[in-house]
């Protein structure tokens, strides 16, 4: 299993069961991490907690834009002693979500032609939907990967998968199209909503993102506690929609 | 072939405040009225309920309650000389659609204009001289004036129980309150809100500086209180979800909070859902609009209402266009300057901000209301401090504080640190609930080049053509927002912060990405002459006596203040005219 990643879609073999393929993927990540010359302390975190990312089955995402993903959401939010990674919080399977569903297919999105190119100023301009959108980016940034480090994005030690993704942030990843900044942009967006939404998404999970900034949540009935709590710590555990569902 | 319906006595286009507001004088006055609303109907009890009303990304992210893009947009082009292109995402401002519209997401500050916002241009000349005024600069006088609108602010207020403290209580000035505001007749209908660390902390660095602050003027309900349509509201809870969110406890006013309950219960009133209103058929020879036509969107049948009167009460860019496409009004041309119609389009100029961090204070940014949770000040808004020499006319209500601390949005870090990573986390993790803003909501005075028409080429769901928007930012709105971003920045040093960032931002065009405000004004003005505005003083269209336009379409330009307060004052004055003068005599109200 270890080479089918070569490619990038050779493991698309659907008489592998599920499971199997999965943990297959993850060897794989985890084996090429080993194979690169890094140091131990940069062994894939992705890899570390992909177990529980990936234990939601994908609506959408390839298993090449799925590892993409937990690999670029973990170099944004890496565990630390503040939270758990961001996959382990389940935003890649938010994203995943998302891009499935209402917001992914382009809601709320004005898709008339003609799309001539167009100032930043006037905002997004493509014909992709958001779906769409990211098919390409990822399609890109792992082609750009490949081109600089030799590796899919997902494949690389954690320093070099920082200095990809600082990389594309500056708008120094030549991609075709679009900017790899507006790559960066959308994937930044994404992933911080999946860390900060609700966890009825999929993502924040434990509300791992609400107690490292010491949101509340819900219910945010505070008629109460705004004068108690003034220029004082709001000291109550977070709860979210499933607590009063 | 569209259905002919019924002859009713009135319609209003738009069920909103202004539609409510309306409908609601005009069924008083025994017409039978029929409001058109194009989205689907939202109650509290269905629509806004707990738990799932905090959903900060179906809401404030996913854009839940908004007008949708994929149906209607406007587009946009900075110069006249460019080819617009569709806003496709909204970002910059976010329109309302279905009952409620706006009023049920907005965040709920109530202001009035300064007297001398009323009579800008007037005041600007007499004060600093004839030629003060630059020829691009077309800025105009409200034909109304601060105190013949006084009543209908104070109404207007006591609609929505308007929490907050006079500073001029019948000319006479009261410290706590605003000072510079216009003599009010009447104390505000509800106390103030509770008083936010972040409002604590501004008190007193604007005291320090011999500013004169103060609390905003808030449709959040301070306490219970039952408004003079006999609907009680009930208090806030200061949950922190306003703006872009309805509100569960009734406690946000809005028209379902406000209004509708007794207008829905009236049998001379009938709410229509789906209805979206495709044209005007306007009678040029009678200068009467004769029917309205509308689409089922549940069907896709056409319809064709037949009314006495029109109320056009959508939000500005569907006045403008439902108005352009039926001809009521020669197209503003930016080249001769003649016609009146998409004239004076303008905006809100966000004037950069600071951002405060303390390490040994807690600012529970979650704690909130909506109306800009802290304190403000307004000595620098408008012309309350003088502009000799300054080289640019009007200022900016300025606030600190919060209105929510939804993390997807509102996660202030100091300046320098990155936005992702191991110190983004490190930095978020610290500062989250020990900093705030400092804003500036500048003015946006009108600028020849500033206007609205209908686009050559894109079109929306209806195969209309859509708004397009020539609008950038002027040099009088960049010296007022570089003018701004000194104020700020000494505010913020007073304040004697761990940290602090005041950004100035530099110059560039305007941009539909980042939110900045739904305060979009103008193309259908009020004022005295049939040459350079589209509506009279009483909102009545000069080319058809029974069209009356409401909203803030008919500012003549966009003072620093959010317009609200100033669209339910003018539409309880408008409606007025209608119900007192209008229908007993229908023709023009004014004789140009």
New interface residues.
């Given amino acids: 299993m270890t080479g089918s990643y070569e490619g990038g879609n050779a493991m698309a073999d659907e008489t592998i069961p599920r499971r199997e393929f999965l943990k297959g993927a993850m060897v794989g990540t985890a084996a090429l991490a080993a194979g690169n010359p890094a140091p131990a302390a940069a062994q894939t975190p992705a890899a570390a907690t992909a177990a529980s990312a990936d234990a939601e089955p994908l609506l959408t995402l390839t298993a090449t834009e799925h590892a993409f993903i937990v690999g670029a959401v973990d ?4 565990a ?1 002693e ?2 758990p990674s961001a996959s382990a919080c389940g935003v890649a399977t938010f994203i995943d979500r998302q891009l499935a569903g ?2 992914g297919m ?7 032609g ?1 799309f ?1 190119k ?8 493509l014909t992709l939907n958001p779906r769409e959108f990211f098919r390409a980016g990822i399609e890109q940034a792992n082609s750009w990967t490949r081109k600089t480090y030799g590796k899919d994005f997902d494949r690389l030690s954690v320093q070099d998968r ?1 200095a990809a ?1 600082k990389a594309m ?1 500056d708008n120094k990843a030549p991609f075709a199209g679009f900017s790899s900044r507006m790559f960066f942009d959308a994937l ?1 967006q994404i ?3 999946g860390f ?3 966890p ?2 999929g993502g924040n999970r434990d509300m791992a ?2 107690k ?12 109460e ?3 108690k ?6 000291d109550k555990p977070p709860r979210s ?1 499933a ?3 | 072939m569209a259905i002919i319906l019924k002859e009713v006595d009135a319609v209003c286009i738009g069920v909103g405040f202004t539609g409510s507001i309306a409908a609601r004088e005009l069924t008083k006055a025994g017409l039978k009225v029929v409001g058109l609303e194009r989205g689907a109907n939202r109650s509290t009890r269905e629509d806004f309920a ?3 009303v ?4 179906k809401y404030a ?3 839940e309650l ?1 007008q ?3 149906l209607e ?1 406007v587009s ?1 082009r ?1 110069t006249p000389g460019e ?1 617009a ?7 910059s401002f976010l329109p309302g659609v279905g009952v409620g519209g706006a009023g049920a997401h907005w965040n709920g500050v109530t202001w009035r204009l300064l007297p001398t916002d009323h009579n800008l241009r007037t005041h600007l000349e007499s004060r600093y001289g004839k030629n003060a005024i630059s020829a691009e600069m077309t800025i105009e006088d409200f034909p109304v004036s601060y105190d013949e609108l006084e009543p209908y602010y104070d109404r207007f207020e006591k609609l929505l129980g308007v929490s907050g403290k006079a500073g001029n209580l019948r000319g006479q000035k009261i410290d706590g309150g605003n000072v510079f505001e216009g003599p009010r007749q009447n104390e505000y209908p509800n106390k103030p809100l ?4 972040a409002g ?1 902390i501004m008190e007193k660095a604007a005291r320090e500086l011999g500013y004169h602050p103060f609390r905003a003027p808030a449709a959040n309900m301070s306490a219970a209180y039952t408004n003079p349509e006999g609907v009680t509201l009930g ?7 306003c703006e872009r969110f309805g509100c569960e406890a009734n406690a946000k006013s809005s028209p379902q909070s406000c209004i509708l309950p007794v207008l829905l219960a009236d049998d001379r009133f009938e709410l229509r859902t789906h209805a979206y209103v495709k044209e005007l058929l306007y009678d040029r020879q009678g200068k009467k609009v004769k029917a309205v036509r509308y689409v089922d969107t549940r069907s896709g049948e056409e319809y064709e209402q037949p009314a006495g009167l029109v109320v056009l009460g959508a939000y500005v860019f569907n006045n403008n266009l439902l108005m352009m496409q039926a001809g009521i009004g020669e197209q503003y041309d930016p080249v001769t300057g003649k016609g009146a119609l998409g004239r004076n389009y303008c905006y809100q100029v966000s004037g950069g901000g600071a951002t405060v961090f303390f390490e040994d ?2 600012i ?1 940014p ?2 909130a209301a909506g109306a800009s949770f802290g304190m403000n000040i307004d000595d620098f808004n408008g012309d309350n401090f003088d502009h000799s020499g300054l080289g640019f006319f009007g200022g900016a209500w300025i606030s600190a504080g919060t209105s929510n ?4 949005q509102t ?1 202030p870090v100091p300046p320098g640190t990155p ?4 110190d983004w ?2 930095a ?2 610290k500062w ?2 020990h900093a705030f803003n400092i804003g500036a909501s500048c003015c946006n005075y009108a600028h020849r080049e500033n206007y609205l028409d209908l686009d050559p ?3 929306d769901a209806l195969g209309r053509p859509l708004v397009r928007m020539t609008y950038n930012f002027q040099e009088n709105d960049y010296k007022v927002r570089e003018y701004m971003g000194g104020v700020l920045a000494r505010i913020a040093r007073a304040m004697n912060p761990t940290i602090m960032s005041a950004r100035a931002i530099p110059r ?6 980042p939110y900045q405000s739904t305060h979009n004004t103008g193309g259908t003005i009020t004022g005295t002459n049939p040459k350079t505005s589209v509506v009279n003083r009483y909102l009545q269209a000069w080319q058809a006596d029974n069209l009356f336009v409401m909203g803030a379409s008919v500012f003549p330009q966009n003072a620093s203040y959010n317009p609200t307060g100033v669209v339910g004052a003018l539409a309880y004055y408008a409606a007025e005219a209608i119900t007192t003068r209008y229908i007993k005599s229908p023709g023009p109200l004014v004789h140009a």
């Fill in positions: 170099t944004i939010i890496p630390d503040l939270s209402a917001y382009g809601a709320r999105l004005y898709r008339q003609p001539p167009a100032k930043p100023e006037l905002g997004y301009q920082e993704l942030e930044l992933t911080m909503e900060f939404a609700d009825i998404y993102g609400w490292m900034v010491g949101y509340p949540g819900l219910p945010a009935t505070y008629r506690d705004i004068t709590y003034f220029n004082k710590k709001y929609i607590d009063f569902s | 707990l738990p799932n905090r959903d900060d990304l992210v996913r854009q908004f949708d893009t994929q947009t946009l900075h080819t292109l569709p806003i496709r995402r909204l970002g509770a008083m936010s660390m604590a208090a806030c809870e200061y949950c922190g979800h204070k807690i529970n979650f704690m601390g939804r993390p997807i996660r936005r992702w990573g191991r986390k490190k978020t993790a989250y609930n080429t894109y079109r560039g065009n305007y941009n539909v990405v």
